[in-house]
C-alpha cells in the first residue's frame, strides 16, 4: 500500500508534543514526538521520515496534517518547501463533516474512521501513551436537540491525561481517506486560523432541529455499535 503519514502539529511553547504516524496499509509503523517550536524543523523531520519508509520507484509520500490554528498555518508553509517529493494535504477538524446526520464535526468522523479501521484490523505500534489516549476516544450525543455524535475535545482530554491526545491525532491523520474532500491548498492566515482553532474546542451554536428520516432511510446509529468497537480496539477493560 501507498506510504501515508499524519502529522498532529504542536510545539513546545503550546505544552505539546507534535507527533508523526506513518502507515503502509494495515500498519501504522510508529508514533514518533516531536519536542521543538521550530516549523521548519518540524517538516524537516516529517520529510525525513518520509524518505527512510518510501520505497524505490514509489510514488510520493501523502502527508495528512491538522491545519488548524498559527501552529498549522506555519508548519504547513513549512512542508510546502517539500511538495515536489511529498503530496500534502491539510485537515480542518472544525469544517462540517461528511455525514452530518450522523457527525458533529469533522474531527468526530475522523474518529470514528479511525476507530472502524482498527475494527478491521488496521495494527497499531506498542505505546502504552497512544493506548491510553485511545481508551478516552469515547463517543456521545452533542446534546438533547443535537444528537449527532462527538469526541471529548481535546481540552477535557488534557484535563484528564495531564497533555493532549497528539500520538492519537496523528494516527487517526494516518489512516484518513483521503478523497479530494480534504484541501491541497496553503491553510488560511493565521488571523483566521487561530479563530478556526478557538472554535474546535468551543460549543457551537445550536443547530436547528433536523426533519426526522424516514425509518427506512436511517443510518447504523453510532452509539450501537461503540461498544462493539472498542471491545475489538482493547477488548474488556
Known amino acids: 500500500g501507498r506510504l501515508q503519514i499524519g502529522v ?12 508523526i504516524a506513518p502507515r503502509r496499509g494495515k500498519k501504522i509503523a510508529e508514533v514518533r514526538a516531536f519536542k521543538g517550536g521550530d516549523p521548519d524543523a ?21 502527508v495528512v496534517y491538522d491545519a488548524l490554528g498559527s501552529t498549522g498555518h506555519d508548519f504547513g508553509r513549512s512542508l510546502r518547501r517539500y511538495e515536489k517529493e511529498l503530496e ?13 446526520r450522523r457527525f458533529w464535526r469533522r474531527r ?16 497499531l505500534p506498542p505505546d502504552a501513551m497512544l ?9 456521545r450525543p452533542h446534546g438533547k436537540d443535537a444528537p449527532q455524535s462527538e469526541i471529548p475535545s481535546n481540552d477535557e482530554i488534557r484535563a484528564i491525561l495531564g497533555r493532549s491526545p ?4 496523528a494516527c487517526e491523520l494516518a489512516v484518513l481517506d483521503v478523497d479530494g474532500e480534504e484541501t491541497a491548498e496553503p491553510p488560511p492566515p493565521p488571523a483566521l486560523a487561530s479563530a478556526a ?10 443547530r ?8 427506512e432511510a436511517a443510518p447504523p446509529s453510532v452509539f450501537s455499535q461503540q461498544d462493539e468497537l472498542y471491545g475489538a480496539l482493547w477488548g474488556s477493560q
Open 8 to 19: 498532529d502539529v504542536a510545539f513546545a511553547q503550546m505544552g505539546d508534543d507534535a507527533a
Open 42 to 62: 518540524l517538516a524537516e523531520e516529517v520529510y525525513a521520515i518520509a524518505m527512510d519508509y518510501r520505497e524505490p520507484r514509489e510514488q510520493p509520500p501523502l
Open 88 to 100: 500534502i494535504r491539510a485537515v480542518f477538524g472544525n469544517k462540517a463533516p461528511r455525514d452530518p
Open 108 to 123: 468526530d468522523e475522523v474518529a470514528h474512521e479511525f476507530v472502524s479501521w482498527v475494527k478491521r484490523g488496521g495494527a
Open 131 to 139: 493506548e491510553g489516549e485511545c481508551l478516552r476516544l469515547v463517543a
Open 166 to 169: 497528539d500520538r492519537r491525532n
Open 197 to 206: 482553532q478557538a472554535s474546535l474546542d468551543t460549543p457551537a451554536a445550536p
Open 208 to 215: 436547528a432541529p433536523r426533519r426526522a428520516p424516514e425509518p
